[in-house]
C-alpha cells in the first residue's frame, strides 16, 4: 500500500501541529504507525491523500452514520451555505432542530445548542450544580465526556478516593468535586453518596459506555442511577454523545427505558457538522441564561449550516426507523466473524456489541468495566489494525474505540471485512 503523500504531509504536519494532529487519537501513536491522510469519503468508503480506498468503520467517530456525503444531507448544506454562513441571531432552522430533538427523546423538553460534545457536557453540568446548589458530581472510571477541566479525570487511586487530574495544566482544584465510579459496580456509586450526602450535584454516565471500547450496562445499572440520584436530590445525566440516534433513534434512553435528567448530545445530531446539544427538564433548563442564571453563550451556537446538515440528518433516521435494523444485522455478522476467527486461531477475544456499535477486545475476560477493558492486549491491536488498514479496512487507531457500522455499508463491505477479520 503506497503511502509517500501521507508521509509528506506528515514531516510537514508535525512543523506546525503538535503531534501533526488536531485530535491525539489521530496521530495512531498506540498502533504505532503513521497517520494516513485523508482526503475524501463516500458512503461507506474512505480515500487517503495516495489514493488508497478504505471501507471505513471510524464514520468521523460516529457522526457518519448515513454513510460519508450523504446526497440529501448535502444538498440541505449547499442551500444553506448560500444564505450566509452565521449571522449570530436566531434562525428557523435552530427551533426546527430543538422541536425535533425534543420530539426524539422526549426528556428533552428544552434544548440548548452548542458547538461540540465537550461544551454540551460541561454546560449541562454547570447547569444541573446551578439547579441543585451542588458542587460535586460523580463519573465513571473509562467514561470520556469531553476534554473540559473538571472532567479530565479516569482514575483515583481506588474507587472512593477524590480524583486527580488527567492531563497536565489542569489544577487540582478544578477536579476535587469530581468524584470517580466503578462502570457497572453499584456499590462504588452507594458509598460516594454515603460519603457525600447532600453535595452531589448530579452523576453522569455514558449509558452504554463507547470510549473504553463498548462496555454495555449490565441490566440493573441504569435503574439503579435513576433510584439514587432521585432518593438524594441529585440529577442523572445521560451523555448521548455517542449513543443519541445510534443504538436507536431515541437513543439509550429509548432503549433502556430510563428518563434522564439531562441529556447530552454531539457527533450524530449535527450531520457531520459542528454541533453540541444539552437539553432536559424543562424547571432545569429554565436555569440557563438568558431565563436563569447559569450562563452559558456561544457565537457560533445554532449555526445555520450545521442545524442545515444536523436537521437533514435527523429526518431521514427518523423517517427509515429500518435502517436500525439493518445496521445492527450487520454489526452482529461482525460480532460472528470476531467470534470464529477467536475460535480458529484459539486467540482469546471478546466482542462487545450493541446496536451499530461494536468492539472486540483481545483479553479472556467479559468486558464490563475500565479493569477488565484494559486487560486487552493492546500490542495484538496494534498487530492486527496495520493488517486491518493493509487490506483496506479503516478502523480505529486504538483499542477503547468503537467500530461504527452505518447505514452505507453494503452487504459486499460487510462480507469482504469478515472475510478479512477471518484470514489476517
Ligand atoms: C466524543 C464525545 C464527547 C466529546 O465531544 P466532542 O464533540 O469531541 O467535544 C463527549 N462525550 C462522549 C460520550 C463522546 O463520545
Known sequence: MKNQISEILYKEAIRFLPGGVNSPVRAFG?????????EKAKGSKIYDADGNEYIDYVCSWGPAILGHAQEA??????????????????????????????????SMEMVRLVSSGTEA???????????????????FRGCYHGHSDG?????????????????AGVPKSYTENTLIAEYNDKSSVQQLFEEYKGKIAAVIVEPVAANMGVVLPEEDFLPFLRNITNENGSLLIFDEVITGFRLGIGGAQEYYKIKPDLTTLGKIVGG?????????????????????????AGTLSGNPVATAAGIKTLEILYENPGLYTEMQLKAIQLADAFAERSKDKKEPIQVNQIGSLICAFFTDYKVKDYNSAVTSDTVKYADYFGKMMDKGIYIAPSQFEAMFVSAAHTEEDIRRTCQVIKDI
Do not use: C, H, W
Request: proline residues 7%; hydrophobic residues 45%.
Open 121 to 139: 457536557v460541561m454546560s449541562a453540568i454547570r447547569t444541573a450544580r446551578g439547579f441543585t446548589k451542588k458542587d460535586m458530581i460523580i463519573k
Open 272 to 296: 457531520g457538522m459542528p454541533i453540541g446539544a444539552y437539553g432536559g427538564r424543562k424547571d432545569i433548563m429554565q436555569m440557563v441564561s438568558p431565563l436563569g442564571p447559569v450562563y452559558q
Open 30 to 38: 498506540s498502533v504505532g504507525r503513521t497517520p494516513v491522510f485523508i
Open 151 to 167: 472532567l479530565l479525570v479516569k482514575a483515583g487511586s481506588g474507587a472512593l478516593t477524590q480524583a486527580v487530574p488527567d492531563s
Open 73 to 106: 444531507v448535502i444538498a440541505e448544506v449547499n442551500k444553506a451555505v448560500r444564505d450566509g454562513l452565521t449571522f449570530g441571531a436566531p434562525t428557523k432552522k435552530e427551533v426546527i432542530l430543538a422541536e425535533l430533538i425534543s420530539q426524539i427523546m422526549p
